[in-house]
């Protein structure tokens, strides 16, 4: 199976859809402890952005991840888009990082199944078609109208595409023209767009569902919904395979962090709501308002599972909207040490859904 013609185009669009701009925190509490395999610093990769809760909780200054690294020190990046946290995943810039399935899988098929692997689940769902309720009041009065997602050939809009496909509507994926008018718009100016009226609503992730929303936009139909036991893949965490190969202790460090991060995410939603959005506001200069966050945070479920066979029923959608060759993700998952990490925590394992190690 191949991912030649297409793949270049998906490289350069897909990514999840984050906010902030890339920043190395300056100043962070010295580390204590002993370090791990003896190094000094592990690189970690996330956006700032909610589907990331895991990394906005759990790599705070002196939080989870950095307690089960000891004196391993972590040096956290935030990135804007996936293309750009896969291409310091290959230069080497991070060792590390959160992001979402479209990337991770074209990460992997262009290197031919040689730099990277997923080595975990942390986000489901938190994705949206929000629309103008003067213009749309239900499913059909989509035909026609006009209706944003983030990038050509990104993970909403590939999910967007499918769901047209399968009401029997045709659009062009190139262009965006049929008998729905794909408008791919940055996530920033979605929320401008809206209030302009030059969109009809948007298929998105939170926030900016909740930012529209907030301008009094319609939730018309949550993409969980869409999947079985209403779970699907939007954030995983990936690894240089090199790293991994080299430093499995100081991974298994970090993924006992996730791991412990998220149940605690869990036991605490409050106060992880209020940790993640100090998160962003450090990061992007001002937290989400309550009306943006609330339901934002309430949409998205951390997990540990990697949710593998959405993730190739995601590549498949590409396929069928003629965005990607047929990729071979045989081997994109190693979750040997999440499995170990789980058992460890009495917690049941998970599975690679055929698709690499477990």
């Not at 692997?117 to 109208?145: E, F, Q, T, W, Y």
């Not at 049929?178 to 302009?196: C, E």
């Not at 992730?205 to 939730?219: C, D, F, M, Q, Y």
């Not at 003629?322 to 999440?338: F, K, M, N, S, V």
Request: charged residues 25%.
């Amino acid at each position: 199976m191949r991912a030649d013609a297409a793949l270049p185009l998906l490289i350069s669009a897909l990514g999840a859809c984050g906010y902030g701009s890339e920043k190395d925190d300056e100043k962070r509490t010295e580390v204590t402890g002993e370090k791990i395999d003896g190094l000094d610093e592990v690189k970690i990769g996330y956006f700032a952005n909610l589907t990331h809760a895991t990394a906005l909780v759990g790599l705070k200054d002196g939080g989870i991840i950095q307690k089960e690294l000891g004196g391993t020190e972590i040096k956290p990046y935030t990135f804007n888009a996936g293309p750009s946290e896969i291409e310091a995943l290959n230069a080497g810039s991070i060792d590390i990082g959160w992001i979402g399935p479209s990337p991770s899988i074209n990460g992997y098929v262009k290197s031919h199944g040689k730099n990277l692997r997923i080595i975990s689940g942390s986000a489901s769902g938190g994705v949206k078609l929000v629309v103008n309720p003067a213009k749309i009041k239900k499913l059909d009065d989509v035909k026609g109208k006009k209706i944003a997602t983030p990038q050509l050939g990104n993970t909403q809009d590939v999910a967007f595409l499918n769901w047209v496909k399968e009401r029997g509507w045709k659009v062009d994926a190139q262009s965006g023209k049929g008998d729905v008018s794909v408008v791919r718009t940055d996530n920033k100016v979605t929320p401008d767009a809206y209030k302009s009226g030059s969109i009809d609503g948007a298929w998105v992730p939170e926030p900016t569902a909740s930012k529209l929303v907030a301008e009094g936009a319609k939730v018309l139909l949550d993409e969980s919904a869409l999947w079985p036991d209403e779970k699907f893949v939007i954030t995983n965490v990936i690894v240089k395979q090199s790293f991994l190969e080299e430093h499995p202790d100081v991974v298994e460090a970090v993924l006992r962090g996730s791991v412990k991060t998220n149940r605690w995410i869990k036991d605490n939603p409050d106060r992880a709501k209020a940790d993640a959005n100090a998160a962003l506001a450090e990061l992007t200069g001002k937290p989400l308002p309550t009306e943006v966050v609330d339901p934002a945070w309430e949409s998205i479920q951390v997990i540990d599972d990697p949710l593998a066979a959405t993730l190739d029923s995601q590549a498949e959608h590409a396929v069928q909207a003629g965005l990607l060759e047929e990729p071979d993700l045989a081997g994109i998952y190693d979750l040997r040490l999440l499995n170990k990490v789980l058992r460890a925590e009495g917690r049941p394992t998970v599975s690679a859904a055929g698709l690499g190690r477990q």
